[in-house]
């Protein structure tokens, strides 16, 4: 399922790498990416002393390693398990699972049209390979508006299937962004202005949520696609509050939460 790169690694690379066989002070790996050989010192495997290397690698386990050396003549490649971050750890696992999920989505549509799973995969790696390094981003690409179904070079029937399933369990990625707003009156029908002032905030998008915090103050939150339309959307909703509040002689601030 994973697109085999050609050529070597570059240096620090975050890899996906299988035991293939621990030895007394070094380990084998398998790049699965690559399709090649690499070798983990054991002073790459843990900070500190190591007494047995079975303590912290099994073979046939996967791992992820940092790229340290790459020797292009002779094809060797040397890896760190200690210095890739659980950050980075987490990050290269999470990449693998979008993978595996965009392998069941393939697997699903083939049984369902009766046509060849690898087929369906040699012919959308074909196509999204100038654009993208695996499956999975041209599928969130698909569901995200930025190519369309036909751009992976199936036919009409794969394509409607795959598009349903995708669609299914692919979702956009959101965005939450939150502050708190304050309103203030002290007109004879101040709670009617203020309660008006939110429902002229609540009009202006249907993905702001308010909830009233106590003390005249609101908590104004924000689902969105991506960043730049959240914080639009929260702008207009809270000037808008305040803009009508202030016409009525009421006072009104914002403070964004980071």
């Known amino acids: 399922m994973l697109i085999q790169k050609s050529g070597l690694p570059q240096e620090s690379d975050i890899v996906l790498c299988n035991v293939t066989k621990i030895q007394f002070n070094s380990v084998l790996v398998q790049l699965n990416e690559y399709d090649k050989q690499g070798m983990i010192h054991i002073s790459e495997i843990s900070p500190g002393r190591i007494r047995n290397l079975r303590d912290f690698v099994e073979e046939g386990k996967m791992i992820v390693c940092k790229v340290l ?31 595996q999920l965009a392998e069941k989505i393939i697997e699903f549509v083939a049984k369902e049209t009766k046509t060849d799973k690898n087929t369906i995969i040699g012919t959308i790696l074909s196509k999204i390979k100038d654009q993208y390094d695996s499956i999975y981003p041209a599928f969130k690409g698909f569901v995200e508006g930025e190519i369309s179904i036909e751009t992976l070079g199936l036919d009409e029937k794969i394509n409607k299937k795959l598009e349903e399933i995708i669609r299914q369990r692919i ?64 702008k207009k909703a809270y000037t808008t509050a305040i803009s009508y509040i202030e016409k009525s002689d009421g006072l009104g601030e914002f403070l964004r939460i980071e």
Do not use: C, F
């Not at 050396?69 to 990449?95: C, F, M, P, Y």
């Not at 965005?175 to 429902?199: F, M, P, R, T, W």
């Open 69 to 99: 050396r790459v020797d292009t003549q002779r094809g060797h490649i040397d890896l760190s398990l200690r210095r890739v971050s659980e950050a980075q750890r987490r990050a290269k696992v999470n990449w693998l699972k979008q993978e």
């Open 171 to 234: 979702k956009p990625q959101e965005v939450e962004i939150k502050g708190d707003l304050k309103l203030e009156s002290y007109s004879q029908n101040g709670v009617e202005l203020i309660k008006h002032a939110l429902e002229s905030a609540e009009k202006t998008s249907d993905k702001l949520e308010i909830i009233y915090e106590g003390g005249g103050k609101y908590r104004m939150i924000v689902k969105a696609n991506e960043y730049k339309e959240a914080e639009d959307i929260l």
